[in-house]
């Protein structure tokens, strides 16, 4: 599949009505998601008969896109269940060869999630399974940490905790302090690619139409 028509399946991806302020629910854009994706997989080969997680779901861009180029299996996770919803209409608009995008969705707080060491299962804050710790590659387009300071590092530290790579976009204006995060976490952190985050008027408190954030594509590893 070309970039192009990945870019093109990716449009017909609803996105948030109502998006909330505090999860900073910012879509992923089509262009952004696809090129971020083929990047991934043309220069690392890590969607392809991977088990990918989605820190992050939204609306399941990411996820129906690592669908499409390959993954064996999806697990998508957002703490707010509206999100969720949206992402499983998302998921039934799309299939491979007749079937339905091999994509979970699971409702539970990404912070909150821990590793059973015995069992090798992951589990929310209650102690429930979620799912088994095979994951191979996790992708996440996080919160930016605007209005939840801090919460991007949370992404990355919880996604390093189950899995050998991450893939995550970032605030350009933060890959000092991400860079160094990294070297704590004693982890490998490489800026793949500088992208453009074109970010829509979406909430009251916009002044502008749309803005550009320059964001950095980071490959977290071990």
Not at 50 to 64: E, M, P, R, T
Not at 115 to 137: C, P, R
Request: net charge negative; charged share 25%.
């Amino acid at each position: 599949m070309k970039l192009w028509e990945l870019e093109s399946y990716l449009g017909d991806v609803t996105v948030f009505k109502a998006p909330k302020v505090k999860l900073e629910q910012y879509p992923t854009t089509p262009h952004l998601a696809a090129r971020m994706l083929f990047t991934i997989s043309d220069s690392y080969d890590d969607i392809d008969e991977k088990v990918i997680a989605d820190f992050g779901v939204g609306c399941g861009v990411l996820s129906i896109g690592a669908a499409i180029l390959g993954a064996n299996q999806v697990i998508g996770i957002d703490v707010d269940k509206d999100a969720i919803d949206i992402a499983e209409e998302n998921i039934g608009l799309f299939d491979l060869d007749g079937e339905r995008l091999d994509i979970t969705l699971v409702n539970t707080d990404i912070s909150q999630m821990t590793i059973d060491e015995d069992s090798y299962q992951v589990l929310d804050h209650d102690g429930n399974i979620l799912f088994e710790k095979d994951i191979d590659v996790v992708i996440m387009n996080p919160p930016f940490g605007t209005k939840n300071k801090g919460i991007d590092m949370v992404f990355v530290e919880q996604a390093i905790m189950i899995a050998d790579t991450v893939y995550s976009l970032h605030k350009t204006s933060t890959r000092a302090h991400i860079l160094r995060k990294a070297v704590q976490w004693g982890v490998n952190a490489e800026v793949l690619a500088e992208l453009r985050f074109d970010l829509p008027n979406t909430y009251r408190f916009h002044k502008k139409n749309n803005v550009d954030i320059e964001v950095d594509l980071i490959r977290f590893s071990r």
